[in-house]
């Protein structure tokens, strides 16, 4: 059965990021509901997502007042608001991962609570459009008095992201509705007019919302309102005292470093590349380019993760990339993948599709337990055991975020060009794409990616005409064959001659006329990769991090018995081996082989002259060691783990034996 | 002449902290005013600290309304409370520092200056000797109900504290009196007697001062209030929510590691120390031991500074020691100094004189500018040249802390034991030490320590009857000679068998009727060690740092023209040798050799595999490095520092020619 079938998705374009009529887009992305997955890998996670996770947050949201507070807003109840003042978007963000969970599974019983939920978030909405239940009764003459801390446009932003997906999921507009009003009460209260006023949110959010709902609705006010909210920023003098905390510090086209608060700085770039996408707005793209630089070659941990203080829950320096005091948000991983998907859609340049995938697989897969029940807040690199997922926060903004990006996943998967398609992740499934021309091509992945990279990709139902079907060569891929329909091409493209890792992904492809039954063997090569960092990262000097596909792999003391994972040197030359493992951890390939391991710690000393630390053989002893994929850890007993592992030092090397 | 014939010390007992007739303590302080330092090190240190520091933080304090506050509780001038809640504790701080240095230099203008603040603090007072201005007015009704944030008794105990000092300093009582009022206002609300109310204070401070005031006054009342302060934490249910922040999350001698935030538990062990040293409170000694093994093996930096994290200025976990994020606030370590202080004198053990001395030189040292204008809150052992010495904070507790441990620092180098005298110190000096049998006797220091290890001590005036003279043998100190009168001394206990670094120091000593004239040469070997540190610092993997004597030593960009000092790896065998440069920095011992230099940051990337990382040659160049004293660092133009520098890996490793 196609999912082109299901009725709810009878509207048939339900994209994550609508930009099929963006004009200065390279590619359009694919309705979430015309991807089926199948695979081993993510579909029981979009299994688990909507039969574990998402019925849990709803029950956490009524369970914390967090709906509560919008019957208390309407009248229907009596009782304090409670929670934190943001605690509004957590309930809509709840609303949109339901909403893309019904686009390709419907379900009445989630959609009745959809419905349920919806009506009272409508309920609560004043008359002149307003809607936040912290700013009611008492608290009503403060609204729009403290844009900086109170994320008051902020929760509207999220409450027309969960807005927009509802309508593309169901073509209900009962959501919509409410949206349009809050967003016609935003515009007439901001922006350049006569009797409107500056103002933008500390919390940058509604801007990639209000171009979302401009394409929705095709109403331009709301993407004018998205640009003059990102063009508020860095104005003398400065909505925000000109702190980089707030991005406040430069206007956005002049900055060059992500700073201050992760999440929010991840956003603005997320609202800054929809801008560019809708409008020729100058200097955006360049700013984009800049920060992409930035993030990706100065301020991201090697699983895509960004983040690296507590303090503030933000960016650090240059280089400033501790391990086991990395804080990592998940929710600044889910705004990197939302951003590269943006890149990825406004460029076509497939090296936002490499992070988009490092991110998802290392950096937001970690924030949630293998059953869908806990989350981490922070994603450390290095832990010594105390750092455990929760079933929830006082400040929940990663589990319903991190449902929202499972549930809408399928549409991640392809994009459309002019002249054709983009594949850009890999994993089992069916696709039912809509060209340009309209017609529409049936494609059907079979692989076993991530665990290899093999990858067989069927043209089931083809267009008439000719068409570019283009695949993303992973950076991390140093090789590799294509058959097509058995035979072996010989000028592919995927010997990564630049071969100096990094994001030098790339998209192949051939345009031709396909036929139904068409055959495109990919054959990725997938080797161990010891990963180095720049000197300059303090923590990682004299360690390596170990990826394989789009993995990175850590050392966990559930799988290390015979020594301390943080007391455990890998050889630099000793391989490591990849094994499959069926009922470890749901299933994963692990790393093993043959490492050094010392007892420093027995004797405890932290600082000691060191010709006097020469371990004396004793001291030393060869051990097999066993790496799971990053994603996985912290789902068995605590215990020490870690991604950089130290390599053998001149006055600690001894062979292996 | 001696200063013992200075009018204002002619009380003669003006200790840092008065042990003098503590029962449980094994030496006695002798006080600020026996000695004098004569050296090229200290003294001119002492100097600016009176002549430059002093004038400037009064001027402050004006400037910035800490003054006016008082002036405003008493009625005199009409404003507003300026600045912080505890901006109080820095005027006190200031009168300590003040009548420190009037100790050991009467100056008449800085004691009327000393006496007009004085006035303008006695007369802030209110009649039931309350003291404290931000609770004045409309916000008397807040007294004491905000223990744990608000500070409170923490400025009173920095009122008694520099009550006490002044009148050690200059017999008068004037401020004394003061702080008795307001010590009896303490005790009159808390304690455990019927009538009176739990409590301490957040930021704990006043429990030291207590013990000192009643070491001032014999009123055991303060002494019994200290303890009842101590013993209040970490009860059920917990005065601050149990938490580890405020260190109330287990009783006092239940604590085994540091917590929170490390000024707040570095003061707490001072005042649990001081009320060891009068009780035998069971379980004190314990846990002060139990601490210090935490602080010295788990928790401090190789400077000996203290607090990772900036989030809460606060402890980190074992071995979480970031080098470019250190916090280590320059209070942090001036509380270690004053714990280890009183640690050596409780106990008599020289450890906790090497630790005050590593953390004086290094970790507090280094958190005041050479012409003593500037100050550093932070001290990280990693910088890229953004970090920065002020002129002043809004938040200024570093600046008048470290200017009262200058001008009592005489105070911290001797102890006389019921035998004798104890040496922890060194520099040329004089001091007059009163025996324990009243008899006086004056040695006279001659030594360029720290740059030498060649020590000096003339017994200028003996006592008629024996006693021992015992020298502290550093830690570091791999091995040496003393001489006494010219004749070599074989037994003296100088090599250090035990030879694994760390604190073993110890005292050696020689029990004997002294002559006038005698003369002891102590010859320490004082190479330039390499130190390691545990592996699971991960900041510090495959990096070592330099210590030569009391020295931790540190590359800074201006002395290293030639490579970044990030991209510099020492080799790990070729030396780096000692040489004064007298016109460098107020003179000091640099450590010049060769190292390798790499060009990594040219290409930039964060990330690659690392067989592609193996530079070639071309990229790796011998040059000649040059490092300075860590305490010294960011005085000349801003630039790359850092402590931990990268030693050779198997892959980087290159003969220097």
Redesign the interface.
């Known amino acids: 059965m196609s999912i082109l079938d299901n009725p709810v998705t009878a509207r048939s374009a339900a994209p994550v990021v609508d930009m099929a009529r963006s004009p200065y887009a390279a590619l359009r992305p694919v309705p979430v509901s015309a991807v089926q997955l199948q695979d081993s890998f993510w579909a029981p996670r979009l299994a688990i997502n909507r039969e574990v996770t998402l019925p849990a947050q709803l029950r956490q949201c009524e369970e914390t007042g967090r709906i509560d507070n919008f019957r208390r807003a309407s009248g229907k109840k009596q009782c304090d608001f409670q929670g934190i003042y943001f605690n509004d978007s957590d309930v809509y963000k709840w609303l949109e991962a339901a909403s893309w969970s019904l686009a390709t599974h419907p379900d009445p019983k989630l959609e009745a609570e959809v419905d349920a939920v919806i009506a009272e978030v409508a309920a609560a909405q004043d008359e002149d459009g307003y809607l936040n239940t912290y700013f009611t009764f008492e608290r009503k003459p403060e609204r729009w008095s403290n844009l900086k801390d109170l994320h008051e446009i902020y929760c509207a932003g999220h409450l027309i992201q969960a807005a927009v997906a509802h309508h593309r999921a169901t073509g209900k507009t009962t959501l919509l509705d409410v949206a349009r009003r809050l967003a016609d009460c935003l515009d007439r209260t901001f922006g350049p007019e006569p009797g409107k006023r500056s103002g933008a949110c500390g919390h940058e959010e509604a801007e990639m919302a209000l171009v979302e709902l401009y394409r929705e609705t095709g109403e331009e006010r709301y993407l004018r309102l998205a640009r003059f909210m990102v063009d508020q920023r860095g104005q003398k003098p400065g909505l925000f005292g000109n702190s980089p905390y707030y991005q406040d510090h430069l206007p956005f086209v002049e900055q060059q470093e992500f700073t201050g608060h992760a999440v929010r700085h991840l956003y603005l770039a997320c609202g800054a590349t929809d801008i560019a996408a809708e409008t020729d707005a100058p200097g955006y793209r360049e700013a984009l380019e800049a920060l992409w630089e930035n993030l990706?070659?100065?301020r991201?941990y090697?699983t895509g993760g960004a983040g690296s203080?507590?303090?503030g829950e933000a960016f650090?320096?240059?280089?400033?990339l501790?391990?086991?005091?990395a804080y990592t948000e998940t929710c600044a991983a889910i705004g990197s993948v939302m951003w590269n998907w943006r890149m990825l859609n406004l460029t076509g340049e497939a090296r936002f599709a490499d992070l988009m995938e490092l991110t998802l697989y290392n950096a937001v897969l970690s924030g949630l337990s293998l059953d869908g029940t806990r989350y981490f807040y922070q994603n450390p690199l290095?832990d010594?055991g105390?750092h455990r997922r929760q079933e929830w926060f006082g400040c929940a903004c990663c589990p319903p975020n991190i449902a929202r990006l499972l549930a809408s996943l399928p549409g991640y998967f392809y994009s459309t060009s002019e002249s054709g398609v983009h594949v850009h992740l890999y994993a089992t499934g069916v696709a039912n794409i809509a060209l340009a021309n309209g017609e529409t091509v049936r494609l059907v992945q079979r692989t076993n990616y991530p665990w290899d990279g093999e990858i067989e990709i069927l043209i089931e139902e083809a267009p008439t005409v000719p068409f570019e079907l283009k695949l993303r060569i992973p950076g991390w891929a140093v090789g590799g064959s294509v058959e097509i329909n058995g035979q072996e091409i010989s000028d592919h493209g995927l010997s990564n001659e630049e071969?100096?890792?990094?994001w030098y992904a790339r998209h192949v492809g051939w345009h031709r006329t396909w036929q139904a039954g068409d055959v495109i063997r990919l054959g990725l090569l997938i080797p161990v990769?010891?990963?180095?960092?720049?000197?300059?990262?303090?923590?990682n000097?004299?360690?390596?991090?170990l990826q394989r596909g789009p993995l990175i792999y850590c050392f966990e003391q559930a799988d290390n018995p015979d020594a301390d994972v943080?007391?455990t040197i890998l050889h630099?030359y000793v391989e490591l081996h990849p094994e499959f493992v069926p009922d470890l951890l749901g299933g994963v390939t692990v790393l093993r082989g043959r490492a050094i391991t010392?007892y420093?710690?027995d004797t405890?000393?932290?600082?000691?002259?060191?010709?006097?630390?020469q371990a004396p053989e004793s001291l030393l002893s060869p051990v097999t060691v066993t790496a799971i994929p990053y994603y996985a850890w912290a789902n068995r007993e605590p215990g020490p783990m870690q991604v950089?592992m130290?390599?053998?030092?001149?006055?600690q090397?001894r062979d292996l034996c």
Chains 1, 2 share one sequence.
Request: proline share 8%.
């Open positions: 990706t070659q100065k991201m090697v203080r507590y303090e650090g320096n240059d280089y400033e501790p391990n086991d005091r290095a010594r105390k071969g100096a890792g990094g990769q010891r990963l180095g960092s720049h000197p300059h990262v303090q923590g000097w004299g360690r390596v991090a943080w007391d630099p010392f420093y710690t405890d000393r932290l600082y000691g002259r060191i010709q006097e630390w950089w130290p390599i053998a030092l001149p006055w090397e």
